[in-house]
């Protein structure tokens, strides 16, 4: 990492915020007091002459996020589904930034397919048409194919967009590991670890076929939903910089005028929102880690459409029902439940207390039941919470920052179509069905289930795993046996390699 390089890129970083205006946006949104606005002012302006000057006629923090680079518009486009944290005005700004940025030529986007799939646009499609969307990292185009006329989007990575976001990246490791130095106590959020997840987020969204094969299996996991779709990827046309799949014709999830006009219950589409999240969370564990309003369109049938795959989370089953008991005990209001289950989990350290835990959760919990979202500060919760953090020493879950993250964009997706939804209520039935499926007697039993599979496997090597185990708990020595086996299997060893002949038998009979 380039020390000097990196220190100018952050030192631009907050001229370009001073040189465009959007330095007073983003303290006005976030109610900054006079101290820190008198700091920020006396370093960053007599540098803002080393600021990106950026579009003029965009407004002033989209101008700043733009000129930046992919990492910082990537970092907007998530602050523009939250206008209960930075504000309506400074949300409206920011959501350009989903789908509305400056193209790249239809010659860069020509020469790309050619150099990717290999053949012309002209031996593709039969229309080929300017970016109708362009983002971050790729635009997208609308397409008809040759042989069958079907309408298809082809999304193409911006040139360059790999050393561009390798630079930014680099300076945000650069930030991170200034600020463990300078502040210990901030080590606990493991700001290099987090800066690292979102590296690795980053490359896999730069490569297409990572994300066509990401399509591909959230479609599967998802066929049977009713009320959501997910375009079919064509693989024969897709690569690793070009993707194609099939159109989505509908309304952005973003355009409240034109639901409204179209005749869609907003406040049910608020409600799917949310339970389709939750439902690839807690159900599939494989969930669409980038839901803001520029990747959701509803159909004329009022389904939701997903698009644009290139982040998606993965939890394992034990996470999801560490997940889902949290929020079932956020739902009964059982804040004692919820701190356990953080103490079981490992959430937090063990020399805490546990009802004083429990305390502080339901200072979060108790101002938002029985509210409508309008009445909610989402901001001074969010302070709250990192208040609470704090006093527990509670690390930064690398594995749940995505999952985190999502939930914050899904939420403020949900709360921009519906102000005055309440997410405890509308998450309860998939998160009460979750819990009836995995946690109760049913899931001990397919735990058990599976077990038991697992250990017929075995049934072939019982005799010798049989034997080793005996030789290991009579004979200290090494033993003689390949070195594959394990040295000592102890009782619970033979215990298992008993169960497992069981099985086997029966499984012969």
Not at 116 to 134: D, I, K, N, R
Not at 423 to 447: F, H, N, T
């Amino acid at each position: 990492m380039r020390g000097p390089h990196n220190i100018i890129r952050l030192i631009r970083t907050g001229a370009t915020l001073e040189r465009t205006g959007a330095m007073k946006v983003v303290l006005d949104a976030f109610d900054a007091g006079p101290v820190l606005r008198a700091v920020f002012r006396t370093i960053v302006w007599p540098f803002q002459w080393l600021g990106y000057k950026g579009d003029v006629t965009m407004p002033p923090a989209t101008r700043a996020l733009t000129a930046l680079g992919p990492a910082y518009i990537k970092f907007g486009q998530i602050l523009s589904t939250r206008p209960d944290v930075v504000g309506d005005e400074l949300a409206l700004q920011l959501r350009v930034l989903q789908d509305k940025l400056p193209p790249f030529s239809m010659d860069e986007a020509r020469a790309e397919i050619k150099r990717e799939l290999g053949v012309s646009v002209e031996t593709a499609f039969a229309s080929f048409s300017e970016p109708v969307a362009a983002a971050s990292i790729a635009q997208v185009h609308k397409a008809h194919l040759i042989e069958t006329g079907e309408a298809v989007a082809v999304k193409i990575l911006r040139p360059g967009i790999e050393k561009a976001f390798r630079k930014d990246i680099d300076a945000f490791y650069f930030a991170a590991r200034a600020i463990e130095l300078l502040s210990p106590a901030s080590r606990r959020l493991r700001p290099m670890d987090v800066i690292a997840h979102f590296e690795g987020v980053v490359l896999g969204e730069l490569d297409l076929r990572l994300e066509s094969s990401a399509a591909s299996e959230f479609s599967d996991n998802t066929a049977k939903d009713t009320g959501f779709q997910v375009p079919k990827i064509r693989w024969h046309l897709s690569g690793r910089r070009v993707m194609t799949l099939d159109w989505a014709d509908g309304i952005s999830v973003g355009d409240n005028d034109a639901l409204d006009a179209a005749g869609h219950d907003r406040g049910q589409l608020a409600t799917t929102v949310l339970q389709v999240f939750l439902n690839q969370a807690l159900r599939d564990g494989y969930f669409h880690g980038d839901m803001h309003q520029g990747n959701l369109k509803v159909a004329a049938n009022g389904d939701l459409i997903a698009y644009d795959f290139g982040i998606m989370g993965r939890i394992d089953a034990y996470t999801r029902r560490v997940y889902a008991e949290i929020l079932f005990g956020f739902i009964r209001k059982d804040y004692k439940r919820v701190a356990e289950v953080h103490f079981e989990a490992g959430y937090v350290p063990a020399d805490r207390d546990v009802d004083e835990f429990a305390r502080a959760l339901r200072a979060v919990g108790e101002p938002i039941f029985g509210m409508d979202a309008t009445r909610i500060s989402m901001a001074r919760l969010l302070t709250y919470l990192f208040e609470v953090t704090e006093k527990f020493g509670m690390e930064t879950r690398t594995e749940l920052i995505l999952l985190q993250r999502t939930m914050v964009v899904v939420e403020g997706v949900a709360r921009s179509l519906n102000p005055h939804m309440n997410i405890w209520e509308d998450a309860r039935p998939v998160v009460e069905r979750y819990i009836a499926d995995s946690i109760g007697p049913k899931a001990l039993l397919q735990d058990l289930t599976k077990t038991a599979l697992m250990l017929s496997r075995f049934g072939p090597r019982l005799p010798e795993l049989a034997r080793a185990a005996l030789i290991a708990q009579t004979n200290p020595t090494p033993s003689p046996l390949p070195s594959r086996l394990p040295a000592r299997l102890g009782w619970m060893g033979v215990g298992a390699v008993i169960v497992a002949g069981l099985i086997w038998v029966l499984q012969a009979i």
